[in-house]
T-cell receptor, first 114, second 115 residues
Framework: AQSVAQPEDQVNVAEGNPLTVKCTYS??????LFWYVQYPNRGLQFLLK??????LVKGSYGFEAEFNKSQTSFHLKKPSALVSDSALYFC????????????FGAGTRLTVKP | EAGVTQFPSHSVIEKGQTVTLRCDPI?????LYWYRRVMGKEIKFLLH????????ESGMPNNRFLAERTGGTYSTLKVQPAELEDSGVYFC?????????????FGPGTRLTVL
């Protein structure tokens, strides 16, 4: 069965510094990977997804993620963090072999300090 | 274009009571999903509607949960009777095509607290 792991519950970075939110996955077939963000008192907002093709995926708000098949990772990155990026980030995976269900990680809380 | 809406935003009930959550998907989206996040853990899939039909309800925890989508528009999720472990945030999402690569758009969630 497919699964996703977000190894860090909390990530703290200073404004202007690069940020990375980690995600690793396990699937039986080809992975379809997604990143969502939840701002306080808001629903999950779609950031980006990897389906096929270029391993570097660019998404909303200046975020990007790199698909690494050998390391089974899909880390979310941003070159220069903003205080407004502080939120809860979820990685998710879908796999043809698992009813197309979306499997989410437990989430990583990102705090960007001024 | 209006996004996915959910009602209520918060609900506090006592154990044994009944609660009904509502989700209005994005207009024109045939696919509607329910998810739940319990105690800060991962968001878990509950079920998937295609129009008014249940495509996949493998994530429904037990028969105290009943989801409906009459007419293929909005959906309700009823918990009867509610137990303490049902507390959490219930998310609804919708998508247009429903394929594995399709993007799901989420509502703000309903925070359910069972006392």
């Amino acid at each position: 069965a497919q699964s996703v792991a977000q190894p860090e519950d909390q990530v703290n970075v200073a404004e202007g510094n690069p940020l990375t939110v980690k995600c690793t996955y396990s699937v039986s077939g080809n992975p379809y990977l997604f990143w969502y963000v939840q701002y306080p008192n808001r629903g999950l907002q779609f950031l980006l997804k990897y389906i096929t093709g270029d391993n570097l995926v660019k998404g909303s708000y200046g975020f990007e993620a790199e698909f690494n098949k050998s390391q089974t990772s899909f880390h979310l990155k941003k070159p220069s963090a903003l205080v407004s990026d502080s939120a809860l980030y979820f990685c998710a995976v879908r796999d043809l072999g698992d009813n197309n269900d979306m499997r989410f990680g437990a989430g990583t809380r990102l705090t960007v300090k001024p | 274009e209006a996004g996915v809406t959910q009602f209520p935003s918060h609900s506090v009930i006592e154990k044994g009571q009944t609660v009904t959550l509502r989700c209005d998907p994005i207009s024109g989206h045939d696919n509607l999903y329910w998810y739940r996040r319990v105690m800060g853990k991962e968001i878990k899939f509950l079920l998937h509607f295609v129009k008014e039909s249940k495509q996949d309800e493998s994530g429904m925890p037990n028969n105290r949960f009943l989801a409906e989508r009459t007419g293929g528009t909005y959906s309700t999720l009823k918990v009867q009777p509610a137990e303490l472990e049902d507390s959490g945030v219930y998310f609804c999402a919708s998508s247009q095509v429903g394929g594995i690569t399709d993007t799901q758009y989420f509502g703000p969630g309903t925070r359910l607290t069972v006392l």
